[in-house]
């Protein structure tokens, strides 16, 4: 009885730190997304839509501090950062003031400003997080935070504006005093989650800061495995964030617009379907088995995609099944760039390094793709509507990124088991064998 009380405890910890890490990413959702909920229609300058310069505005400044955030967190040296995550959440919450308080299309330089500290909030969670023989649980929780979290702060901005009342200009900003509160409570909760233990670090490998030139070879050392993977996640980010960005005008053209609550019934099936995937993760003990279930997993989402358009083209599904289904899909394939598959990459070459520092590399493209893509869609001769554009990229990108990870997949094995690695394991028949 007394041997099971340390394996207790560790649960608590790691429970207490899931919801932690939940909490905190969900409340920073608040100060990113609610604006997102509104339209904005009929302003437009230089033939651009205002919401898209807006939209535009904030993945540039988030684009911006993923690009910095490759150095910033690679190498920060300490783990403890929960004052960190307070303030830049703090600065991203004034810019939303000034967005308020400054007329159209002023404003719009405010949610750069609002995209920059907010964009290196996930590398700083992420730190809590990595290095853990329970990481794949713990990532499985952070990243249904922010499925979540994107349908529920959206649902948060519509009841803003609809039932209390306040302008499209304000609601962002009230939006975030909501979330305030809890923030603050569960930053202060995540900052007590200990450090990785001497077993997770035999595990994982020790997770510590790395300078510019061990960056710089350890891309030098998988680049071309890198380069595909950071294709394939560049556009399922254009995919994920049109979605995000632009759900409110696909919900009003798909007949839904009047209900606040559809962005967050559509998000749940796919929280709860990618929380329970991602999590029997941990069950896999090797860590180059992990790293090939998670090319499946992401191969299987697009996959999902791609049929689940297909269906709705041919009205066999409607478009609230539609939405949510490929939504799935989605974040099937999506979840696994976050956390797992860097993390399993890192631990299968046993390299002594962090996995927020290549998730900042993947992150800084998929967003300037995700960017480029907006203007594209405003600036194009033929005009298609907001859902009939995102069912040609759900093809389209879907389709490319399954020659991708397979690309991927083939290349991460045959180097795993061609080099003399320390510690490596055998090849086992089934996940856990040793």
């Given amino acids: 009885m007394e041997s099971n009380k340390p394996a207790k405890r560790e649960w608590v910890v790691v429970l207490l730190a899931a919801i932690a890490a939940f909490c905190v990413y969900t409340c920073m959702y608040a100060f990113r997304k609610p604006f997102t909920s509104a339209t904005f229609d009929g302003l437009v300058y230089f033939e651009i839509s205002y919401k898209s310069w807006l939209v535009i505005a904030q993945t540039i400044g988030y684009t911006v501090s993923k690009f910095y955030g490759i150095s910033f967190i690679g190498g920060l040296k300490d783990q403890r950062n929960a004052v960190v995550i307070v303030k830049f959440i703090g600065i991203a919450w004034i810019a939303l003031l000034l967005f308020a308080l400054v007329p159209a299309p002023y404003n719009i330089v405010f949610l750069l400003i609002n995209g920059f500290p907010l964009g290196v909030i996930y590398g700083l969670v992420f730190r809590y997080l990595e290095g853990r023989k329970s990481t794949e649980f713990l990532g499985a929780v952070l990243a249904s935070s922010f499925i979540f979290a994107s349908g529920f702060t959206q649902s948060a901005g519509r009841m803003v504006m609809v039932e209390w009342g306040f302008s499209q200009w304000w609601m962002p900003f009230i939006t975030g005093l909501l979330f305030m509160a809890p923030l603050l409570i569960c930053t202060w909760l995540l900052g007590k989650t200990p450090v990785p233990d001497k077993r997770d670090m035999e595990l994982r490998t020790e997770r510590k800061s790395m300078n510019a030139s061990e960056r710089k070879e350890f891309i030098r050392q998988f680049i071309p495995g890198l380069t595909v993977l950071i294709l394939a996640y560049m556009m399922l980010t254009i995919l994920r964030d049109y979605r995000s960005n632009f759900a409110s005008d696909m919900w009003k053209e798909l007949g839904y617009g009047a209900d606040a609550s559809v962005f967050t019934k559509s998000e749940i099936p796919a929280s709860l379907v990618v929380l329970v995937l991602m999590s029997l993760l941990v069950l896999v003990?090797?860590?180059?088995?992990?790293?090939?279930?998670?090319?499946?997993?992401?191969?299987?989402?697009?996959?999902?995609?791609?049929?689940?358009?297909?269906?709705?083209?041919?009205?066999?599904?409607?478009?609230?099944?539609?939405?949510?289904?490929?939504?799935?899909?989605?974040?099937?394939?999506?979840?696994?760039?976050?956390?797992?598959?860097?993390?399993?990459?890192?631990?299968?070459?046993?390299?002594?390094?962090?996995?927020?520092?290549?998730?900042?590399?993947?992150?800084?493209?998929?967003?300037?793709?995700?960017?480029?893509?907006?203007?594209?869609?405003?600036?194009?001769?033929?005009?298609?509507?907001?859902?009939?554009?995102f069912i040609k990229?759900?093809?389209?990108?879907?389709?490319?990124?399954?020659?991708?990870?397979?690309?991927?997949?083939?290349?991460?094995?045959?180097?795993?088991?061609?080099?003399?690695?320390?510690?490596?394991?055998?090849?086992t028949l089934w996940p856990g064998m040793q």
């Fill in 393 to 427: 990229m759900l093809y389209f990108f879907s389709t490319a990124g399954l020659v991708l990870v397979t690309i991927s997949a083939v290349y991460f094995r045959k180097k795993f088991y061609t080099r003399d690695l320390p510690k490596r394991r055998k090849r």
């Fill in 285 to 389: 003990k090797s860590n180059i088995r992990a790293l090939m279930i998670n090319h499946l997993l992401i191969f299987g989402g697009m996959c999902v995609v791609i049929l689940t358009t297909f269906l709705y083209s041919i009205a066999a599904i409607d478009a609230f099944w539609w939405i949510t289904l490929s939504g799935i899909g989605l974040y099937m394939a999506y979840v696994p760039f976050n956390c797992m598959l860097f993390e399993r990459l890192i631990s299968s070459f046993r390299y002594a390094g962090n996995a927020g520092f290549i998730i900042y590399v993947a992150d800084s493209f998929g967003y300037l793709g995700s960017d480029v893509i907006i203007v594209v869609k405003n600036l194009m001769s033929v005009k298609l509507s907001w859902t009939d554009f």
